[in-house]
Nanobody, 121 residues
């Protein structure tokens, strides 16, 4: 059993910052790519940022220069530092990770339940 648990969401004013965390736990053998996606009301879920196992990162154009993704390989945790937040960043943010467990040889995607980020004055 693997769980991804997000934290760090909340209400912030435009121009402010938040740091999201997502910790993976359970019978983990390997964690490959990790990432953050978001879904605003009435919109489809969109990719925000990814970080590969070796540490390469990628970002949606809308967040480049403002968001930074990082991971702690010891804690099995991925972070999303969000700066200069805008109202259009308001969404539920979901953590995603490709994980191989100690009981199943094939890796698969796991998802967190999401954390709400609201950017408003």
């Amino acid at each position: 059993q693997v769980q991804l648990v997000e934290s760090g969401g909340g209400l912030v004013q435009p121009g402010g910052s938040l740091r999201l965390s997502c910790a993976a736990s359970g019978s983990i053998s390997n964690i490959y790519d990790m990432g953050w996606l978001r879904q605003a009301p009435g919109n489809q879920r969109e990719l925000v940022a990814t970080v590969t196992s070796p540490g390469s990162t990628g970002y949606a154009d809308s967040v480049k220069g403002r968001f930074t993704i990082s991971r702690d390989y010891v804690k099995n945790t991925v972070y999303l530092q969000m700066n200069n937040l805008k109202p259009e960043d308001t969404a539920v943010y979901y953590c995603n990770a490709k994980i191989r467990t100690s009981t199943v040889s094939r890796a698969r995607d796991y998802w967190g339940k999401g954390t709400l980020v609201t950017v408003s004055s």
